[in-house]
Each structure stands twice: as structure tokens, then as C-alpha cells.
Nanobody
């Protein structure tokens, strides 16, 4: 069974930094594109950053220059380095990935989410 588990969320003051991690586990044949999303109550989930298998990245305008997405393929882990955090970055952050489980076709998976709270 494939799982994505996020960690690294927490409470930080405005201007501070956090590093989120998303570890993929289970019977995995291959991992494709991965992404970070965030959601606040009453709003739609929005994509924050994405990274393709060959390392091409894309960022939401609201986080460009402050957030960096990366992966460690050997560890099957994705990261989101968040710097210069703002109160409006407060949200539950979710990781998302296209994964081909061993012996099965590609599917899209979500993690359970990790809370990031930025105080002013």
C-alpha cells in the first residue's frame, strides 16, 4: 500500500522559515510528478509548487522567490523549503504525487496534510 506522509509543519513567526518533508513509502515501482498544495478553511485547495521527474519546477506567484521545492529520489522524499513566511501562508499543506505501485498502473496520491501557522 502506497502512503505519502508529510512532516515539518508547525508554528513560526512572520519572516521565519520551515521545511516540509513528504516521504513516499510502500510498494512503489516509480514516482512521477510531485507537488505541494495548501488549503485554508472555506477556500479551494491551491497548488503551491510542483516538480517533474526531470526536476522542472513551477511555483505559484504568491510564493515565488520564497519557497523552494526539491526531491531526494533515493529517499523517495520531497521537500518544501519555506522562507520569509507570511501570515497568509497559514494553511494545511498537502503533498501530492503520481505513483506507479509495483505491478499496477499510475495513480495519484495525497498525504494527510500538515498544519503551518505563521503568526504576525
Amino acid at each position: 500500500q502506497v502512503q505519502l506522509v508529510e512532516s515539518g509543519g508547525g508554528l513560526v513567526q512572520a519572516g521565519g522559515s520551515l521545511r516540509l518533508s513528504c516521504a513516499a513509502s510502500g510498494s512503489i515501482f516509480s514516482i512521477g510528478a510531485m507537488a505541494w498544495y495548501r488549503q485554508v478553511p472555506g477556500k479551494q485547495r491551491e497548488q503551491v509548487a510542483s516538480i517533474t521527474r526531470n526536476g522542472r519546477t513551477n511555483y505559484a506567484d504568491s510564493v515565488k522567490g520564497r519557497f523552494t521545492i526539491s526531491t531526494d529520489n533515493a529517499k523517495r522524499t520531497m521537500y518544501l523549503q519555506m522562507n520569509s513566511l507570511k501570515p497568509e501562508d497559514t494553511a494545511v499543506y498537502y503533498c501530492n504525487a503520481d505513483i506507479a505501485p509495483g505491478g499496477a498502473t499510475w495513480s495519484n496520491y495525497w498525504g494527510q496534510g500538515t498544519q503551518v501557522t505563521v503568526s504576525s
